[in-house]
């Protein structure tokens, strides 16, 4: 019987040391942040049978998820709605104590960077720190919020042995990063494999217990630090690839060839060739994060990356890029920055998502208006939003009627209506495959 079977009385365990009979739980497994990640997480539990509490130190994020006013994809929304009508086995909750009452801890917090790259872990630090302080012989923890290799020993198993607590034992200690793709209904949460990573083989046999539960493949790694650095590789992959799609882009730009077209005719290789596409710039949470905390503990190490450091770099330098393009398309129709009336359409960082967070938008925005350019947008998704620089826009209720000069395609949601475009603005195709639009130019 397993430990983390709430309805156990007792757990056997190997000799020659017996673990101590853990407590019952009330809960099969604790949320512990609910954001693009957690919240889908726990709804993934609540749906395979096990009872949750669902925790988050934001008072707000819980009034909002109470109020069913999270962004979730519809499926989820119909787990929440029927999680929401079980409060006894989904439990939302901002009390810290109560982790104690779970069997399993499972930590999804950010991990972001902060304006100088630097991974900023001060959320994670303090989720782990109050996890370590509630921890009960039995239980199992797992850290899921990208990270640096180490860090669930740093934050996790270290500071339980301080606390006299055997790992593997008394208490176990996982890493499993997630791979959610929040928005995408093609790939839903149970189908797609975990990897997991144990302090100690009975850790990581505990790990694949818990994912278990509602994974429908869980593919084991022999440490934790193997597990990090698997996400780590995982997304640092993917910015490498889209730095070279965009520069490909760029490429048969000035070589006149129709870079899309290049990519779906290599994309019929079966092997050995992945499609990525170019657009203007990348974000979220995890691309234009997660390979700056593997860089940032290499620098520390002096260990050279010198293909991710420029891949990130011109990430990073993507969005000027844009700018720069649309100047000079205003300069080609004799047009120049100053006072020209640019219309971003779409705003958030990826289709479908209401999600902003380092959407390459918002640098664009900041930037033509920095130039002078007249700026406003429109993304039902997102109406409202704050730039850096603290200005504000609302998304434009009738585009049509702001007789846009250069339109920016920047993000194309599934319900984007285009019918107001009339053909008079000069439109740059950030996305390169706005195919339906007469007379675009690509970035
Ligand atoms: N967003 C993605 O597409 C994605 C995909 C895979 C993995 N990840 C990783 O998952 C992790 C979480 O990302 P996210 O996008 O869900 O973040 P998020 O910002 O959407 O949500 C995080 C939540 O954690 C809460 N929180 C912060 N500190 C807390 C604490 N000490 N205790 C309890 N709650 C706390 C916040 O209030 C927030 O609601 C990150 O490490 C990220 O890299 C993200």
Redesign the pocket.
């Known amino acids: 019987m397993s430990t983390l079977d709430v309805r156990a009385e007792a757990v056997t365990v190997s000799p020659p040391s017996p673990a101590p009979v853990p407590p019952r739980f009330d809960f099969d497994v604790a949320i512990?942040?609910?954001?693009?990640?957690?919240?889908p997480t726990a709804l993934a539990y609540h749906a395979s049978g096990s009872r949750v509490l669902a925790?988050?130190?934001?008072s707000?994020?819980l009034r909002t998820i109470a109020a069913r006013g999270a962004d979730l994809i519809d499926s989820d929304r119909q787990r929440l709605d029927a999680a929401l009508r079980r409060p006894g086995d989904f439990r939302l909750t901002?009390d810290?104590t109560e982790l104690s009452r779970a069997a399993a801890i499972v930590?999804?917090?950010?991990?972001?960077v902060d304006h100088q790259q630097v991974p900023d872990l001060a959320?994670?630090r303090?989720?782990c720190?109050?996890v370590v302080a509630a921890a009960r012989p039995g239980q199992l923890v797992m850290l899921?919020?990208?990270?640096y290799v180490g860090c669930t020993h740093d934050l996790v198993e270290q500071p339980l042995r301080e606390r006299g607590f055997e790992i593997g034992r008394d208490v176990f200690v996982t890493f499993s990063?997630?791979?959610?793709?929040?928005g995408n209904v093609g790939f839903a949460q149970e189908v797609v494999p975990r990897v997991v990573g144990g302090a100690t083989p009975r850790c990581e046999e505990e790990g694949a217990r818990l994912l278990s539960r509602y994974a429908a493949r869980v593919h084991r790694v022999s440490s934790l630090a193997t597990a990090e650095m698997t996400?780590l590789l995982e997304?640092t992959f993917r910015a490498v690839n889209i730095a070279l799609a965009n520069e490909f882009a760029d490429i048969c730009g000035a070589l006149d060839v129709p870079v899309t077209e290049v990519i779906e005719a290599a994309s019929t290789k079966p092997y050995g060739f992945m499609a990525f596409y170019p657009g203007p710039g990348v974000g979220?949470?995890?691309i234009p994060?997660?390979p700056h905390y593997l860089l940032w503990q290499l620098k520390a190490l002096h260990v050279d990356a010198g293909v991710i450091t420029e891949a990130m770099t011109r990430i990073a330098a993507r969005p000027r890029r844009v700018v720069e393009r649309i100047r000079d398309v205003l300069g080609r129709a004799g047009k120049g920055t100053l006072g020209a009336r640019v219309l971003v359409v779409g705003v958030t960082y990826k289709p479908d998502v209401a999600?902003l967070?380092e959407s390459p938008a918002l640098e664009i925005i900041d930037h033509l208006l920095d130039v002078g350019a007249e700026v406003q947008y429109v993304d039902t998704h997102a109406p409202h939003i704050h730039l850096d620089s603290g200005r504000e826009r609302d998304s434009l209720a009738d585009p049509g009627a702001f007789h846009p000069d250069v339109v920016l395609v920047h993000t194309r949601h599934h319900d984007s209506d285009l019918a107001w475009l009339d053909g008079d603005a000069l439109v740059v195709d950030g996305t390169y495959r706005s195919t339906d639009i007469a007379g675009r130019v690509l970035l």
């Not at 925790?55 to 934001?58: A, C, E, K």
């Open positions: 512990v942040g609910l954001g693009y990640v957690g919240l925790l988050d130190v934001s707000r994020r901002g810290v930590v999804c917090v950010p991990t972001p959320p994670l303090a989720a720190a109050t899921t919020s990208t990270t990063a997630e791979r959610i793709d929040p996400k997304n979220g949470h995890c994060c997660d999600d967070r």
